[in-house]
């Protein structure tokens, strides 16, 4: 592969450095170093600026010629508006290419968010500052035996036991004034959830706060501890037998 030319010793650096039309003669000559002058056999060389709306130049574009040529005011002024609107071409360009490259990154974090969000092992509910329940996921189904579209718009009370709810829309208000990442429960005591059928199962819930397109949303992820209350009750009634 061979080699880019250097720009600081071709005639395309005067027009970088000068932002504007530059005409050679004998350009060999002049740049000697830039080996494409000689690859094409130039004599005459006519390189004008592409410029962004910055006027900053991004490109350089130059026509050779074999022989002399001539160049007219009214052939420099069309140059430059050609150079001028390949510029803001390619600034469009480039503008397009980063909303789209911007835009796939958005999905792409987007899709990951909604991978974790609905393979969680733990069951994942995400309800509205009224208390009223926007989405779960597939293990929240499974857990609380109730279908997605049956939890969709009940408060999140419906998960609880009876005897609580009450008093746990003003837990929930307070929580909301001053939302923070933090375990719910009172001290000493194991909350509990409710099936569809009734069933009580004691569980550890985390509350976090999550801005979305919608406004605040609490995300409260839930896990059945079942199984460990079992194992700490056989531990202590292995403890009394002894």
Excluded at 12 to 33: I, L, M
Excluded at 48 to 75: G, M, Q, R, W, Y
Excluded at 83 to 88: A, I, S, T
Excluded at 165 to 174: C, D
Aim: with cysteine; aromatic share 8%; charged share 25%.
């Amino acid at each position: 592969m061979r080699a880019a030319a250097r720009i600081d010793i071709t005639p395309c650096a005067t027009v970088q450095e000068s932002k504007d039309f530059r005409v050679y003669d004998r350009v060999q000559e002049r740049f000697p170093q830039a080996s494409f002058l000689s690859e094409h056999s130039a004599f005459s060389y006519c390189g004008f600026p592409v410029l962004d709306s910055s006027t900053t130049v991004t490109a350089v574009i130059c026509l050779l010629d074999d022989k002399p040529h001539e160049f007219t005011k009214e052939n420099q002024d069309v140059l430059r508006i050609i150079g001028q609107r390949v510029g803001l071409e390619l600034e469009r360009h480039e503008s397009v290419r980063a909303s789209r490259k911007a835009a796939a990154e958005v999905q792409r974090t987007q899709q990951r968010f909604a991978d974790l969000f609905e393979f969680s092992s733990d069951a994942i509910v995400m309800a509205n500052p009224d208390g009223i329940i926007v989405q779960v996921n597939r293990q929240a189904e499974s857990m609380f035996g109730w279908a997605r579209a049956e939890l969709v718009g009940q408060p999140m009370e419906a998960l609880m036991p009876t005897e609580g709810r009450a008093a746990h829309v003003g837990l929930r208000n307070r929580f909301m004034e001053s939302a923070t990442a933090r375990p719910m429960g009172v001290w000493g005591q194991v909350p509990h959830g409710v099936k569809k059928d009734g069933t009580l199962f004691p569980v550890d819930i985390s509350l976090a706060p999550m801005e979305s397109e919608e406004g605040l949303l609490i995300a409260a992820a839930v896990r059945d501890i079942s199984e460990k209350k079992q194992l700490e009750e056989q531990y202590h009634q292995a403890q009394k037998m002894e």
